[in-house]
């Protein structure tokens, strides 16, 4: 199989993969979608819960002041009683002083039963309306839950369909190529194979070494070519205009990196896609960049010209 076939059956490949990988990140954002209605149930039960048992403590305290009041009662009802059967002022007094207290007490506890049994009524409301919320949302929730589960199924059949036709496509690929490039897709949004135009990668828009360029041209060459910046697998694309190439190299419009040796090349294409990102450009001086761009635009001449 040579470069050209696999770069074909690479960029198949690279289609199937990306709309795999557009769909396991649509099924890992599914149960979002659910997130805010699940966080407002579980606030609403919260709440619910505190009402309850702020509920329960009132039901209680009215219980207890509805005995105080009874209590209260029997001791007015139990004086008055005693009231025939006076012989002193001093009884009487005694008496008429515990009826009043009585009498005092019986009213301060009607009050304040009346109070709570306000507070009582509020939080009973409260209590109905969250109940009936609650009910609400697991209702909508378990609906939607329904629908994502179908959707999920539906997309994971759709995955699995996928992978059928990459291992059928990806046939006789090394698994460390389609690793690199499946690992390059996730990392760069879909693209792991690009062109290069004239001298430059399509997909980081640096300038490659023209021998360099030469290899990848190259149709009888069996091997395949990473970027050294950005770790994507290269394939040689004619433009219309490639002029534009070595006016923008010989403005500086580009960037001029390219590699010194062969062993900074290989280094390049084993370095982690997440770390090549941040590989900074060497610098050098103005002068050795200028004898650089003019070296690689007369390289290129030369092969235009060939």
């Known amino acids: 199989m040579t470069t050209m076939e696999m770069l074909e059956r690479l960029k198949k490949y690279q289609e199937l993969l990306s709309e795999r990988v557009a769909l396991e990140e649509e099924i890992a954002t599914l ?17 619910f819960m505190e009402k309850d048992e702020e509920f329960k403590r009132v039901e209680e305290k009215v219980h ?3 005995q105080a009041l009874q209590e209260a009662e ?11 059967g006076i012989t002193t002022q001093r009884e009487y007094e005694a008496i008429n002083k515990e009826i009043r207290d009585a009498t005092d007490k019986e009213q301060a506890l009607r009050k304040d039963i009346q109070q709570e049994e306000r507070v009582f009524s509020e939080i009973e409301e ?34 699995e369909q996928l992978r059928l036709q990459e291992a059928e496509v990806s046939q006789d690929i090394s698994k460390e190529i389609l690793f690199k490039l499946e690992r390059i897709i996730r990392n760069k949004k879909g693209v792991g194979v690009v062109p290069v135009h004239g001298v430059v990668c399509s997909g980081c828009h640096m300038i490659l070494p023209a021998n360099f360029v030469n290899e990848i041209r190259d149709s009888e060459s069996n091997t395949v070519h990473f970027c050294p910046y950005c770790s994507r697998i290269l394939f040689y694309e004619e433009v219309k205009d490639e002029s534009g190439f070595l006016g923008d190299i010989e403005s500086g419009a580009l960037a001029d990196l390219a590699f010194d040796t ?15 990102e941040e590989l900074e450009k060497p610098k050098a ?4 960049a200028s004898k650089k761009k003019a070296v690689i635009a007369d390289d290129f001449l030369m092969d235009q010209e060939d």
């Open 64 to 66: 207890e002041l509805r």
């Open 31 to 47: 149960p979002k979608t659910l997130e805010t209605q699940n966080e407002m149930l579980s606030r609403i039960k919260k709440s």
């Open 285 to 288: 001086s103005k002068k050795k």
């Open 74 to 84: 029997m001791t007015r009802e139990h004086a008055e009683q005693q009231m025939d």
């Open 262 to 276: 062969e062993e900074e090349e290989e280094e390049a294409e084993d370095e982690d896609v997440a770390e090549s």
């Open 126 to 159: 409260e209590l109905r309306k969250n109940a009936g919320t609650i009910e609400q949302l697991e209702v909508e929730i378990a609906e939607k839950t329904k629908v994502i589960d179908s959707q999920k199924s539906e997309k994971l059949q759709a995955i």
